[in-house]
């Protein structure tokens, strides 16, 4: 391939100075030739003048980066045409505000996108390069912790694919969701330094900064006769956008992901670097880029707390100063803003952007009160994704006031004047009013960030049906009655064209094949499947695809962690984050029973379906019960996977630092899909959705989306047990001990008795005692009352395992049934029901 190795001519006449009105600054941008050659003529361009080196002296990361940019490059010209339309049609478009965006790896989505991959193969090829060995080069951007920040990237896919206008916000953290690996059985913390060897999909713009400002004080002052306020901050920073591209599925719409890093507003005191004082020249610097450095930073100090308030006050602050100064004409009258905007509140981490879209338009533009709150109120939303009353922000009055006085001042009064509304309906209710009170009194007086978006926001929606109605009926009762139509549901969704068509392709073929083409974007047509479970030729061919899948898992995983997933296991999957709602020990305690059966010898080794569990799940650094139930998982596999007398038949897997690349290897390879959270805690999941789709049955509780996913793919393709939200809250109302149920249930009392002896642990019993006794003695998400349920509903599964042909059947008709959970029909429902934005062509 020598003829490859010299640097080739610029493909372009040199560049001179031009107007932004000469010929050929208006001339549209073309992309490169859609042709092998082309593709090879740009590779090597790229390779040559952007990387600087040869084919030959190239390194694997050369040859991805240059791969990646001439994909790119073949987006860039659709980019700056829909940018450019929307700078002209001024259509209405979404503000997605989410603190987190768990995009997966770039590369073979942007191949799908442009229709491109078997042109770049085959243009590698010729250049003698592989492109899987490329592939393996990207490093994933871990810009969120789970499905929130994944549901983010789902939805901003959708929005591209459907061309509706579309800019998400976020931050560029430097170091993201922490690595993960195991010491001992033990989680451990690394960074994740993704940034490290570069990465060729975002384009910084430094020039377009946005200056965000912090502390000091407020005050009043005569503006024209009219008293005004103003923040006099005592120090700021300034917010560097970084934008993504992010493309539509094969329509040539490109949108725009906006994440916003921290710099110093002065990085470098060269008068006290001199001086001979070097950390203190830099001081400023390292303070401002902590602000983006860390996904989540641990707040159980005060100092973690403010600096998470600052992370969500830096993004949505650059974000509105964005749209309106930058992306708005500069002739915009601020009155029809709802007529071009939507600010979606993704969760309450960018709710702080209710009180700055206010300070912007009272406090620099000008506005009255009243004219920019009705502006305010028109122009966001706010997607609740949680019934924990922990997980709804709430930000102590003493540090918002020290950290954003001017805020404060806001919120104090959009609080006074919604109470004297709240008073005006209901009367002096003194304990309704203390009830809806943006500010909280007790423990400490706070400032309740879910009531601030509910009051502000146009719409507010649940995840997932019973999710919705328990926030309306629940969690924001008196809110649901003073606001009749205020709320409603969108259920989640997943987008099919990462976790169907990249996933799986195996399954992608074979569904097109049966259907034709243009499912990957309308999935509701998997409902033609439903007649295929029926022709014994399909369903043999779709239990090919499954084991084909298994295989390449099996090689990932031993590639990767040394793990090998035998032959003949059913492959029984949970993954998700590490959380005591979630319920991992339920699925502990299931293990624990199936082992402690065998080596009591009540039940014959050789009559045990084998099994392959599969655990990935990231305990959050400061959560010290989930660390602990994540070492008693890798205890139990430990001594599991090595006893003689299990004969191989049951195997625990718990590969580290479960990411989307991962993911996208475990589930297309699952059987079942483990979905178990105590019914009433869990909003929607979308974990439960990715493994309908790919052909995974699911045992779970009538929780979250469970139950939409229940009630399409029929009960008899679903394992339900384990109480209902209703029988949940009826047995709190009673008492709940869960001492009683291990007294009452004999296989309940041998599994724990079994960790409580040390039998996971060397023999030291104290190594899982407090794991023992928060189960015993606290078990506040209730895994002892549906212990029973669990264990029958598992022997259902193993009974229905044994009949490949008919689980083969079922696995076929939760494919067909599951095609609402696209996320395109999400986007279609906040389109009707909450934003009002129509496609853009």
């Known amino acids: 391939m020598a003829e490859f190795d010299a640097p080739l001519a610029p493909s372009v006449p040199p560049v001179h100075p031009l107007s932004a009105s000469h010929p ?110 490329l592939r393996a080069q990207e490093v994933e951007p871990g810009l969120g912790n789970g499905g929130l920040g994944r549901l983010a990237a789902c939805f901003i896919d959708s929005l591209a694919t459907m061309s509706v206008p579309n800019i998400g916000y976020g931050i560029r953290y430097e170091y993201g969701i922490f690595r993960q690996t195991f010491v001992d059985g033990q989680q451990a913390e690394q960074p994740d330094a993704w940034l490290t060897l570069g990465t060729p999909w975002e384009f910084p713009h430094p020039e377009a900064a946005q200056t965000i ?144 879209l206010m300070r912007v338009l009272t406090d620099e533009k000008k506005l009255d009160w009243d004219a920019a709150w009705a502006i305010t109120q028109k122009c966001f939303a706010y997607t609740c994704h949680t019934l924990l009353p922990e997980a709804l922000e709430v930000w102590s009055v003493d540090l918002m006031g020290r950290l954003l006085p001017r805020h404060l001042e806001i919120i104090y009064r959009i609080n006074d004047e919604f109470l004297e509304a709240v008073r005006e309906r209901f009367g002096d209710d003194e304990m309704r009013i203390r009830n809806m009170s943006i500010i909280a009194d007790f423990p400490e007086r706070s400032v309740r960030m879910a009531y601030l ?208 690349t991962l993911a996208e290897r475990v589930i297309p390879a699952a059987d079942l899909s483990e979905q178990i959270s105590l019914a009433g805690k869990e909003a929607s999941g979308t974990g439960n959705m990715k493994f309908a789709l790919n052909g995974a049955l699911t045992v779970g509780t009538d929780d979250g989306a469970n139950v939409e996913i229940r009630e399409l793919v029929g009960d008899d393709n679903f394992f339900l047990f384990g109480m209902s939200e209703p029988e949940v809250e009826e047995l709190w109302a009673k008492g709940y001990h869960p001492s009683a149920f291990y007294q009452a249930d004999e296989q309940l009392r041998r599994a724990i008795d079994l960790i409580a002896s040390g039998a996971f642990s060397g023999g030291d019993r104290s190594t899982f005692e407090p794991v023992v006794s928060n189960l015993l003695y606290d078990d506040r998400f209730m895994v002892l009352a549906d212990y029973a349920s669990y264990i029958a509903a598992q022997a259902k599964v193993d009974e229905a395992y044994a009949d490949q042909d008919a689980w083969t059947r079922s696995a076929i008709l939760n494919v067909a049934r599951s095609g609402f959970f696209s996320s395109d029909r999400s986007m279609r429902d906040y389109i009707d029901r909450i934003w009002h934005t129509p496609p853009s062509y």
């Open 24 to 133: 050929l600054a208006l001339a549209p941008v073309t992309a490169p030739p859609n042709s092998v050659d082309g593709f090879v003529r740009e590779f090597l361009h790229n390779l040559n003048f952007e990387q600087g080196v040869s084919l030959s002296s190239s390194s694997a990361n050369d040859q991805y980066l240059a791969l990646a940019q001439t994909v790119r490059d073949y987006l860039m010209a659709r980019w700056l045409e829909d940018q450019r339309r929307q700078r002209e049609q001024q259509a209405k478009g979404v503000c997605y505000l989410s603190a987190e965006y768990l995009l997966g790896r770039q590369l073979d989505n942007n191949l799908l996108a442009t229709g491109l991959a078997d042109v770049a193969a085959e243009a590698l090829a010729q250049c003698g390069l592989d492109i899987d060995d």
């Open 213 to 356: 400002s912090f502390g000091g004080h407020t005050e009043k002052y005569d503006d024209e006769g009219v008293t005004r306020s103003r923040w006099v901050p005592a120090w700021n920073v300034q917010a560097m956008p970084y934008n993504y591209m992010v493309p539509g599925y094969q329509n040539g719409r490109v949108n725009t992901l906006r994440l916003w890093s921290a710099v110093a507003t002065d990085a470098f005191d060269l008068r006290i670097f001199n001086s001979g004082d070097y950390e203190e020249a830099v001081r400023s610097q390292t303070y401002a880029e902590t602000i983006s450095k860390v996904l989540y930073p641990e707040d159980s100090t005060p100092q973690g707390k403010e600096l998470r308030l600052q992370q969500q006050y830096f993004f949505v602050a650059a974000s509105i100063k964005d749209f309106l100064d930058v992306v708005l004409p500069e002739d915009f009258d601020l009155v029809n803003l709802p007529d071009r905007v939507i600010f979606q509140l993704n969760d309450t981490h960018p709710v702080i952007a209710v009180p700055e």
């Open 453 to 660: 978006a509910t009051v502000a926001g146009a719409k507010v929606n649940g995840v997932a049906e019973l999710h919705s109605q328990l926030l309306r009926d629940k969690v924001l009762p008196d809110f649901n009655e003073f606001y009749p139509g205020k709320f409603t549901n969108v259920t989640n969704g997943i987008t099919p064209r990462r976790f169907i068509r990249l996933a799986n392709p195996e399954l992608s073929a074979l569904i097109t094949e049966a259907l034709g083409s243009g499912w990957v974007t309308d999935l509701a047509r998997l409902r033609e499947l439903e007649s295929y479970a029926e022709d014994p030729e399909f369903r043999t061919k779709f239990a090919e695809v499954k084991a084909a899948n298994k295989r390449r898992l099996n090689e990932v995983l031993l590639a990767r962690d040394g793990f090998e997933v035998s032959d003949g296991h059913m492959l029984d999957v949970m993954v998700k984050r590490l959380h005591e709602y979630k319920r991992q020990m339920l699925k502990v305690l299931h293990i624990v029973t199936a082992y402690e059966g065998i080596i009591s010898g009540r039940v014959e080794a050789s009559t045990v379906q084998p099994r392959t569990f599969i655990f990935g799940a990231k305990a959050a650094p400061g959560y010290v019960m989930a660390k602990r139930i994540i070492h008693l998982i890798n205890a139990v596999g430990a001594v599991v996977n090595n006893d003689p007398r299990v004969e191989g038949r049951l195997k625990v897997l718990f590969p580290p630092n479960y990411n989307v």
